[in-house]
Structures are given as structure tokens and as C-alpha cells.
């Protein structure tokens, strides 16, 4: 099993990120809409699962910036924002904020999706949240590049991910 850190202090994790080329877990989140969507929803498109805790922290919110930009006008990808929040919370910080490009899935049905991907954090204060990773899948859901942020309260690598896309 894998381990981040928040502040320092270590936090375990329900496993592992998906193995580089290995066929990306399936899930079943939750849109705006309160609709399910799952990988097929997202057919024949490159995704970046953008994974954070909450988009009420700043550095989530930092990130989710930063793909909605670098995102636009990619027709073949598609980037997606996955945490605990409510979709209402997503949709009322992306209107805020002016995300467009971006797609908020919330784990508010299920945490299936947090232990399949390895970023369950199963201590710590923040326990029962996803640790902060991202996952790049290729338009097949081949994992075709992954980073689990070491300490919770850092940015993921914008460079490396997007290279992946």
C-alpha cells in the first residue's frame, strides 16, 4: 500500500495507483447533474483524472485552475476533476472560478472509486478523502502516466501530465 503526507506526518492509503499500462479501473461517479458517468462516458478521448480532496482547499483549487487552462481547446481530451465534494459544491466553485473546461465527478454515492485507483486515505484527519494524484489515461484506458503527490498540501507535476496527455 501506498503512503502520501499531510504536513509532514504520514498518511496510508487503500493501495496502489494503476500500474503504467495497465487498463484503467472502471468507476461510477457522479456529475453536476447528479448523473452516473463512468470511463464510457468519456469514449475515445485522452482523460487526466485530476484526484484531490476537496476543491475548498486552495491548492485543489490551484490545480483545477491550472488543467481547466491548460485543457482548452484539446477536442481529443477531456479533464476531470474527482473529489468527495458534493456536486453542488463543484459546480458553485467551478462557476465561481470560471472553470469551463473542466469536468467535476464527485464520489458521493460510493467510495469505490478512491480504493480501485489506490488514493483512499485510510487515517490520519483527513481519512475517507482521496490523497491528491494524477492519473492519464490514453483514448483505450490505458494508464499511460501517474503521480501520487507525496505531501497533500503540493501541487501535482503540470508539466509531466500534460506531456502524458
Do not use: H
Not at 129 to 157: C, H
Amino acid at each position: 500500500m501506498a503512503t502520501t503526507a499531510l504536513k509532514g506526518n504520514p498518511v496510508a492509503l487503500s493501495g496502489d495507483l494503476p500500474a503504467v499500462g495497465a487498463a484503467a479501473p472502471d468507476f461510477k461517479l457522479v456529475d453536476k447533474d447528479l448523473a452516473d458517468k463512468t470511463l464510457a462516458d468519456f469514449a475515445g478521448k485522452k482523460k487526466l483524472l485530476n484526484i484531490v480532496p476537496s476543491l475548498d482547499t486552495p491548492v485543489c483549487a490551484t490545480s483545477t485552475k491550472k488543467f481547466n487552462e491548460a485543457i482548452a481547446g484539446k477536442g481529443d481530451a477531456v479533464a476531470l476533476v474527482i473529489s468527495a465534494d458534493l456536486p453542488f459544491a463543484m459546480g458553485r466553485f467551478c462557476g465561481a472560478e470560471g472553470i469551463d473546461n473542466v469536468i467535476g465527478l464527485s464520489m458521493m454515492r460510493s467510495r469505490n472509486f478512491a480504493k480501485d485507483y489506490g488514493v483512499l486515505m485510510e487515517d490520519g484527519p483527513l481519512a475517507g478523502i482521496t490523497a491528491r494524484a494524477v492519473v492519464v489515461l490514453d483514448a483505450d484506458n490505458k494508464v499511460v502516466y501517474t503521480q501520487l503527490v507525496p505531501e497533500i498540501t503540493e501541487e501535482p507535476n503540470y508539466e509531466a501530465a500534460l506531456a502524458a496527455l
